[in-house]
């Protein structure tokens, strides 16, 4: 609907105050759902710096507004009985640590029966994702849908997708009483993300042109330092990146059966990294042990008796290893070290295509971006070379033979609020070409990429339930929860899908 026809709807009654005023001036009970939808309903349409001096449960940019209250007191008188107030935290949580959100859900719990906090795409915002909190003034639970609704990227999966909060976040709304302003983040450095010159965020540290690409290191003042490959990001010391190597990596491993029980090679899953220099997915997936490592049996038993996932071998094939060499200097990499860990500088396709059968339980695809398949962009993995190189029948076909019958193999193809084609091409040609029984999309937050959340891929040679975990393992992001959630997709992204795929919706 336009926006002249929405003006022109006769249930619109258009209001000249103030919110504040507004709501002051209308009887008690007059509404049943109340939608603030001002990011600087606290005052001012931007974040207004942390203060030093904030020492109480209204949190970084609660302090010295004094009209918090007051809004949510008049609020709350105005709304029905089991009336429902939404509101927005003025920066993503990934920026400031949580701190707004935290604050707003403070705020909120004094004057509401019931609240809770969700999380939303938001592409063109800094940081991907906007933080929201929803409060209902009889106590009634708003998480599960009560109307089959479906919009353009809204449906039933998603509301209740949407209150899975990763672990990190969930600790830190749960630190009561404590002063949300004291965070790791410093004061300057969400003033500078909100600042009229973005570039201000950024410091380049190093810069260096290889046979392949252009690698740089940047200072961020969110991210910390940052390592990028032609100008596009590619892991950070921060968040920012976090999300996506747990993602990529525990989603994979914990949603096939190919890491544990019977399934699972005697000695633990033996994984192909094809990319994944700057060594996030190795640090990731060298989190699991080996079988012998976790209970003290041969190899054999453990498999026959054990449902731990373990990981006995992993092949990490990088195509330059001046991006191994210069992610080190970030040191979140994984442990090359690792007796496990067989590091290959070559190209990643060429390798694949010559292993022998069965030679991995799971191969991740930690390549460059697969853009957008339908036009000629340079891409896949930034070796200068046509993204086809990873996204075509023949190499679908390369990666299921060289996989253990239960095998799986998962891959990103970039943000859907870019463009959805490499999500419906990957699916539908990872489904067509035979290579294997289910290919299931899941969304990741990258808060420091373009689009906000990328889309990943992950395709299975025997079809069987990879929505839930087959672990109770929790880390920074990844947790069971975090891992079903992922696979409620947007409408859009749907509707993208091929049609009779599980996932689709037309």
Not at 112 to 129: D, I, Q, Y
């Amino acid at each position: 609907m336009e926006l002249r026809q929405i003006a022109s709807d006769p249930r619109v009654v258009s209001i000249s105050k103030s919110p504040l005023s507004a709501l002051q001036d209308a009887e008690s009970s007059s509404f049943d759902v109340i939608v603030h939808d001002l990011v600087g309903w606290r005052g001012g349409s931007r974040p207004r710096p942390m203060s030093d001096e904030c020492n109480g449960p209204m949190g970084t940019y609660g302090c010295h507004l004094g009209q918090e209250a007051v809004m949510l007191a008049e609020a709350h008188r105005v709304l029905s009985s089991p009336g429902v107030l939404m509101l927005p935290a003025m920066v993503a949580p990934a920026l400031d640590n949580g701190t707004d959100l935290a604050s707003v859900l403070d705020a909120v719990q004094n004057t509401f029966a019931w609240s809770a906090p969700l999380l939303v795409e938001a592409p063109w915002r800094e940081g991907g994702e906007a933080g929201m909190v929803v409060a209902s003034k009889d106590g009634s639970d708003c998480r599960k849908t009560r109307r089959a609704y479906t919009g353009e990227y809204y449906n039933a999966d998603i509301h209740e997708a949407s209150f899975v909060l990763p672990p990190w976040l969930v600790s830190r709304l749960s630190r009561d009483g404590e002063c949300r302003a004291q965070n790791s983040i410093a004061k300057e450095a969400v003033e500078k993300v909100h600042s009229e010159n973005a570039l201000s965020c950024w410091k380049m540290l190093f810069q260096h042109e290889t046979s392949f690409q252009e690698i740089t290191l940047w200072q961020h003042s969110c991210w910390g330092q940052l390592l990028a490959l032609n100008n596009v990001e590619q892991t950070s010391q921060g968040y920012g990146f976090v999300a996506y190597d747990e993602m990529i990596s525990h989603t994979s491993l914990l949603g096939s059966e190919c890491c544990s029980g019977p399934s699972m090679r005697a000695g633990g899953a033996a994984v192909l990294i094809v990319g994944g220099g700057d060594g996030g997915t190795l640090r990731e997936v060298l989190k699991w042990p080996s079988a012998t490592e976790t209970c003290g049996m041969s190899a054999s038993e453990c498999v026959q008796v054990c449902e731990q996932v373990c990981v006995s071998r992993v092949v990490m094939i990088e195509l330059d290893s001046d991006v191994i060499n210069a992610s080190r200097r970030l040191g979140i990499h994984g442990n090359y070290e690792d007796p496990r860990v067989e590091v290959i500088i070559g190209d990643g396709r060429a390798y694949v295509e010559k292993l022998d059968p069965g030679s991995f339980d799971l191969i991740i695809v930690d390549s460059g971006d697969a853009g957008d398949l339908g036009h000629e962009k340079i891409v896949g993995e930034a070796e200068g070379v046509l993204s086809d190189v990873f996204f075509n029948d023949g190499f679908y076909n390369a990666m299921s033979r060289a996989l253990s019958g239960k095998g799986a193999a998962v891959m990103h193809t970039d943000a859907p609020a870019l463009s959805e084609v490499p999500l419906r091409r990957v699916v539908t040609g990872l489904l067509e070409s035979s290579a294997f029984l289910g290919a299931y999309a899941f969304r990741v937050p990258v808060p420091i990429s373009d689009g906000g959340f990328m889309s990943m891929v992950l395709a299975v040679r025997h079809d069987s339930a990879v929505n839930r975990s087959r672990h109770n393992a929790s880390f920074i992001h990844y947790s069971p929860e975090t891992h079903a959630a992922a696979f409620a997709l947007p409408s859009s992204w749907r509707r993208a899908l091929p049609k009779g795929h599980p996932q689709a919706s037309y």
